[in-house]
């Protein structure tokens, strides 16, 4: 799952680049979620991620689904993603527990959307259903760094429950608070969460179902910018209407070759580009994953990403959901 904050590879555009891996082994880790280890096949091994990073899936016959990664970053020999079966949902899941040891898939390099910053004074960790999957590499780089943290990670039964052993194991200082009745949840995160509860400096990380991101962005609505962080699984309801130009469509300028492109309303800036023979990687096409993030040099974006902080805003921009404010905006590309 995925997915805000800076990306360690966010440039978009062009071919993103493919890593073949092969599925090396599957772990039962709680009611209908499987972890599955992916590994290298060849000698070059995989990439290093932070904590917080996702990669995407490629899954017969052409589905691309996102999954944080939820091993330890300091173990370079595989990568671990952690996948909840909805047999309501569109069928990406379902795909996952489908697959069988010795599979051979096709992934992207790690993305970080929603990074640590280490220089907060305290991390305040907050985790719904299979939302802790992002939650366990950072468990583990600050019992690595010593770093003062709180979990709080609430699941629908202790049998739905994953990796409770592995917080259990590493979260020794009683920094982890594992709930099992949401209601319960939810009064202790309206206590976490009001003003003046958490120290100076304290940022917040989110991640889970709809409700517990929207109910968490609303607490948080005043916190310091960029103090809080979220990771989502798909794009929260209720996107905004486009006012002015953004309504009107506009115009994409590349600033590498001056090519000017019209991005009619209703068309995303990366559709607009790839009518024009102009390649441009997407993923999640939400504006979760960070895929088609490019630099922009001129002009006012209308961002409608969920992935990028306000300090990354000034300078980057998601093609795949951005409108423009002014009339023409001018890409890196
Ligand atoms: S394709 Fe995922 S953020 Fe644009």
């Given at each position: 799952m995925?997915?805000?904050?800076?990306?360690?590879?966010?440039?978009a555009?062009?071919?993103?680049?493919r890593?073949?891996?092969?599925?090396?082994?599957?772990?039962?880790?709680?009611?209908?979620?499987?972890?599955?280890?992916l590994a290298?096949?060849?000698?070059?091994g995989?990439?290093?991620?932070?904590?917080?990073?996702?990669?995407?899936l490629?899954?017969?016959?052409?589905?691309?689904?996102?999954?944080?990664l939820c091993?330890?970053?300091?173990?370079?020999?595989?990568?671990r993603i952690?996948?909840?079966?909805?047999?309501?949902?569109?069928?990406?899941?379902?795909?996952?527990?489908?697959?069988?040891?010795?599979d051979?898939?096709?992934i992207?390099?790690?993305?970080?959307?929603?990074?640590l910053?280490?220089?907060?004074?305290?991390?305040?960790l907050v985790?719904?259903?299979?939302?802790?999957?992002?939650?366990?590499?950072?468990?583990?780089?600050?019992?690595?760094?010593?770093?003062?943290?709180?979990?709080?990670?609430?699941?629908r039964?202790?049998?739905?429950?994953?990796f409770?052993?592995?917080?259990?194991?590493?979260?020794?200082r009683?920094?982890?608070?594992?709930f099992?009745?949401?209601?319960?949840?939810?009064?202790v995160?309206a206590?976490?969460l009001?003003?003046?509860?958490?120290?100076?400096?304290?940022?917040?990380?989110?991640?889970?179902p709809?409700a517990?991101?929207?109910?968490?962005?609303?607490?948080?609505?005043?916190?310091?910018?960029?103090?809080?962080h979220?990771?989502?699984?798909?794009?929260?309801?209720?996107?905004?209407?486009?006012?002015?130009?953004?309504?009107?469509?506009?115009?994409v300028?590349l600033?590498?070759?001056?090519?000017?492109?019209?991005?009619?309303?209703?068309?995303?800036?990366?559709?607009?580009?790839?009518?024009?023979?102009?390649?441009?990687?997407?993923?999640?096409?939400?504006?979760?994953?960070?895929?088609?993030?490019?630099?922009?040099s001129?002009?006012?974006?209308?961002h409608?990403?969920?992935?990028?902080?306000?300090?990354?805003?000034?300078t980057?921009?998601?093609?795949?959901?951005a409108?423009s404010?002014?009339?023409?905006?001018?890409?890196?590309?």
């Amino acid at each position: 799952m995925m997915m805000t904050g800076a990306c360690s590879d966010s440039g978009a555009g062009p071919a993103a680049r493919r890593l073949q891996v092969r599925l090396q082994r599957i772990d039962y880790a709680a009611e209908a979620i499987n972890i599955l280890d992916l590994a290298a096949t060849d000698a070059g091994g995989l990439p290093p991620f932070e904590a917080g990073a996702h990669i995407d899936l490629h899954l017969p016959p052409d589905m691309v689904r996102q999954y944080s990664l939820c091993g330890d970053p300091a173990d370079g020999s595989r990568y671990r993603i952690a996948v909840l079966r909805q047999d309501d949902g569109r069928g990406g899941s379902r795909s996952v527990h489908a697959l069988r040891c010795g599979d051979m898939l096709e992934i992207s390099a790690p993305r970080n959307g929603f990074p640590l910053d280490m220089r907060a004074g305290h991390h305040l960790l907050v985790a719904g259903g299979i939302g802790i999957t992002p939650m366990i590499p950072m468990l583990h780089v600050l019992e690595r760094q010593g770093a003062d943290y709180s979990l709080y990670y609430c699941a629908r039964g202790a049998g739905k429950m994953a990796f409770r052993d592995e917080i259990d194991r590493l979260a020794r200082r009683g920094t982890a608070h594992l709930f099992f009745d949401g209601a319960a949840f939810r009064v202790v995160l309206a206590d976490l969460l009001q003003p003046g509860a958490q120290p100076a400096g304290t940022h917040l990380y989110h991640c889970g179902p709809a409700a517990l991101m929207a109910a968490v962005a609303q607490r948080t609505a005043v916190w310091p910018p960029g103090t809080v962080h979220a990771e989502f699984f798909a794009a929260p309801a209720g996107d905004r209407p486009a006012e002015g130009a953004a309504a009107d469509g506009f115009e994409v300028v590349l600033a590498r070759s001056g090519t000017r492109i019209a991005v009619p309303p209703g068309v995303s800036i990366a559709d607009a580009l790839r009518q024009a023979g102009i390649a441009t990687a997407t993923s999640c096409e939400q504006g979760i994953c960070g895929e088609c993030v490019v630099g922009y040099s001129a002009g006012e974006p209308d961002h409608r990403d969920f992935i990028l902080s306000d300090g990354e805003r000034r300078t980057q921009v998601a093609l795949c959901c951005a409108r423009s404010h002014s009339p023409s905006l001018t890409i890196d590309l």
